[in-house]
C-alpha cells in the first residue's frame, strides 16, 4: 500500500523511458521507496527533503511493498525506485518465523523488480547491508565488488541469511536491460529509531570482544545513506556499491565513548555459547551473526569517495547517535528487558548483547572455585 506522498520542487513531468546516465542540468523524476521500517522512512525522508542532486525536483512516494495485484500500476510514472530491503526493526524482524520473513522478502523483492522493468523505471537501487560480505577478524575494509559471505555465514535462519536471498534474486534480475541496477551495502546504520543486532549490543551494560581479535566499529547515518542512494542515481553508479563513513573506530575508542566495560571471551566460548542459547530459543538471531558484533566488517565506499560523495557524519558522530538512541534501554541475549532485570543479571555476569550471559556465569562460578 501507499505509505504517503513527499513532494520537493514542481512536480515530476519526465518519468521513465531510458536507462539511467549521470544527470546534468535541471530535470524531474519521481522516486518511489519501497520497504517498512526507520531505514526506508529515513532515506525517504532525506531525498524529500534534498532531492536527488542540484537543479533535480522529486516527487517521493512510499509503499511498504509493490502490492501483489497489478503491481507495475503502482510504480507508474515513476523513473527511480530505491527497494530497502533490511528493515532495520528487530522488533518486526524478530516477531516473524524465519522461514516465512525469507519467503517474503524475496517474494517483495521478485515482484518490485519485475513491476519496475513493467513500469519503465529507468533505476532501482537496493539497500542491503555490507553484512552481506561477512565480518572476520582483522579482515581489511570491504571493497564493493569483493565476494559475499562464505557459505558458513549465508547458511543461517537470521537476518543476513534474508538479505543474501534479497540479493540473489536481485543478481538475477541485473542482467536485464533495464532497469539499471545498484546494491547499496551500507556499514552498520545509526539514526532515529534504528534497531539492530549492532545497536542493540550497546545496550548492553559491557561490550563484548572475543580474545585474539582487533575489531574495528564502523557506522553511517541514515541520511548518509540518503544521500548515498542520490549519488547512485545522479553519477550513474550501477552493480555493487558499499557505503560508510571514514576512519573506523577501535573497541578501546568505542568502548572509552560510550563509557562501557568491555568483557573479553575465548572464541569457542562465545561462539558455543551463542549456538546453544539460539538452538533452545533464547537467543534470537543464529550464532554465526554474533560475529558481525565481534569482527570487523568495515568499508572502502571506493566507487562513491570517487564521484565525490562525503559523509556528513563521522563515526565519532554516529555512536554518539547511536548512544543517545539507545540509552534507557536494556538488552539480554539481544531482547529487550527491564532496567532491574538488567541490572540484576548483570551483576551476576555480565549481559552483552547478541550472546546471554551463561558463558559469564560459568566463568564466574569457576573463578569463585579457586
Known sequence: MVGGVFRSGRSASERGGSPPRAVTGRTSVAVAVVGAGPLAGGIATWISRHGLGPGMQVEVQTLEQVPPQDPHEALAGVGVVVLVADAADLAISWSEDPEHRRAEAVARTQRCLSASAAAGVRHVVVVTSAMVHGAGQDRAPIADDDDLAPGGQADTDGIVGDLLAVESVVARAAGRRRPSITVLRPAAVVGPRIDTMITRHFEAPRLLTVRGSAREWQFVH?????????????????????????????????????????????PVTAFGTAERLHRVGVLPAPASELAYAVYSWTVASTRLSAVGWRAERSNEECLQVLLETVRGRHALAGRRVGARDATALGAAGAAVALIGTAAVWRQARSRRRR
Open 222 to 266: 541514515v541520511d548518509d545513506v540518503g544521500s548515498a542512494v542520490a549519488a547512485c542515481v545522479v553519477h550513474a553508479l550501477t552493480g555493487p556499491v558499499t557505503v560508510g563513513a571514514p576512519a573506523a573506530l577501535t573497541s578501546a575508542q568505542v568502548a572509552l565513548a560510550a563509557g562501557m566495560e568491555r568483557i573479553e571471551l575465548p
